[in-house]
């Protein structure tokens, strides 16, 4: 398999540490045996019942001694058992374009490192009880990112975004979804150049504030509009009118 390239082993009935596939203390020198690791740009480990420190796996796929997965485009893990931080050797990964981990049980911080992600495209954290800051140094040299998911079904918040309201994003996104996080108390600001947008959920987000009319003015495209669980305030445009008004047929 010295030229792997793809690795799809999800859906399974996967169990234990991945971490065990590397071996005890003898992970970096397996993956050095293992040769083909080191071309790989997809691996998709997704569900399946596969659990340890998340902290440790993405420092061993980022890693690798001197040998990184320079190749890594895509990891798949979401809807596992993994537990812990996400390290701060993501930043690493430097031809990551989607990062796939929602449905796990991993908490602590976001690390500022990912920010450093230029080719990402995709980040799906979704359903895991992360905690602390997310500032705009997160998203610093993001250029390519196009999809942003992180929700909560609980309504307890644990993660706050504290943006600077000047900020100007990198990026223009066209998927952002953020349930049960701290967004609040003012309506984010820094949407307002975010001109593709086709879903937005800012659900349970602790924003009291009004609308702003430049938001109703970005003329998107939505598929999807959730605000719900917020304390908003503001006219409704004439342009969703028809929305509370059907006609009788």
């Not at 083909?36 to 993405?58: A, C, M, P, R």
Request: charged fraction near 20%; aromatic fraction near 8%; glycine fraction near 6%.
């Amino acid at each position: 398999m010295r030229n792997l390239v793809y690795l799809d082993l999800s859906s399974n009935n996967l169990r234990g540490s991945i971490l065990d596939a590397f071996a005890n203390g003898t992970s970096i020198e397996r993956l050095r045996n293992m040769g083909s690791l080191y071309n790989l740009k997809t691996l998709i480990l997704s569900q399946n019942d596969l659990n340890g420190e998340i902290t440790e796996l993405i420092d061993i796929l980022s890693g690798c001694n001197s040998r990184k997965l320079h190749n890594l485009k895509s990891l798949w893990l979401w809807d596992n058992s993994f537990v812990g931080s996400i390290s701060s050797s993501i930043g690493n990964l430097s031809y990551l374009e989607e990062l796939y981990l929602s449905d796990n049980s991993m908490n602590g911080t976001i690390p500022e490192t990912l920010g450093r992600l230029s080719k990402l495209v995709a980040i799906k954290l979704s359903e895991n009880p992360l905690t602390g800051v997310v500032t705009e140094a997160h998203f610093s040299n993001l250029t390519s990112l196009k999809e942003f998911s992180n929700y909560r079904g609980t309504p307890r918040v644990s993660l706050v975004f504290n943006i600077n309201p000047e900020w100007i994003p990198p990026f223009k996104l066209s998927l952002l979804r953020i349930r049960s996080c701290q967004l609040g108390p003012k309506f984010p600001a820094w949407l307002r150049n975010q001109t593709k947008l086709t879903d937005v959920v800012l659900n349970n987000a602790g924003i009291s504030d009004s609308i702003p009319e430049w938001f109703w003015k970005l003329d998107l495209h939505l598929h999807e509009l959730d605000i719900g669980s917020n304390n908003l305030g503001g006219r409704v445009p004439n342009s969703m009118k028809f929305l509370l008004n059907p006609p009788l047929i």
